[in-house]
């Protein structure tokens, strides 16, 4: 079983920078893909970024430039870097965990479709103001 706990929501101008993180708990394949994911009031959950245990990464073209996913393999951590964030990036965000082959897509790519993911974290909140 895995559990997934996020943290470091919250409130931020436009403009500014939020680093989320994701503590897992649990056993964690070798081969695996942890996932960022949103959603936003009366929106579909949508993919942010991902990464493999090869350090292979995705992200959606929204956030490209500005958000960075990287993982602490010693901690267990995964984390997102948001920068320049905008008012439309306003959503709950999600920690996702998946393993191989489910989550590597045509070409080696890592996935970024929710079904595609199996483990969910509760979600933390982010707010971005104009």
């Known amino acids: 079983q895995v559990q997934l706990v996020e943290s470091g929501g919250g409130s931020v101008q436009a403009d500014g920078s939020l680093r989320l993180s994701c503590a897992v708990f649990?056993?964690?394949?070798?081969?695996?893909?942890m996932g960022w994911f949103r959603q936003a009031p009366g929106k579909e959950r949508e993919g942010v970024a991902a990464?493999?245990?090869?350090?292979?990464?995705s992200y959606a073209d929204s956030v490209k430039g500005r958000f960075t996913i990287s993982q602490d393999n010693a901690k267990l951590t995964l984390y997102l870097q948001m920068n320049s964030l905008k008012p439309e990036d306003t959503a709950m965000y999600y920690c996702?965990?998946?393993?191989?082959?489910?989550?590597?897509?045509?070409?080696?790519?890592?996935?970024?479709?929710?079904?595609?993911?199996?483990?969910w974290g509760q979600g933390t909140q982010v707010t971005v103001s104009s």
């Open positions: 996702a965990a998946s393993f191989f082959p489910r989550c590597i897509r045509a070409g080696r790519v890592v996935s970024l479709t929710t079904s595609d993911f199996g483990y």
């Open positions: 990464i493999d245990s090869d350090g292979s990464t």
């Open positions: 649990g056993y964690i394949y070798s081969s695996y893909c």
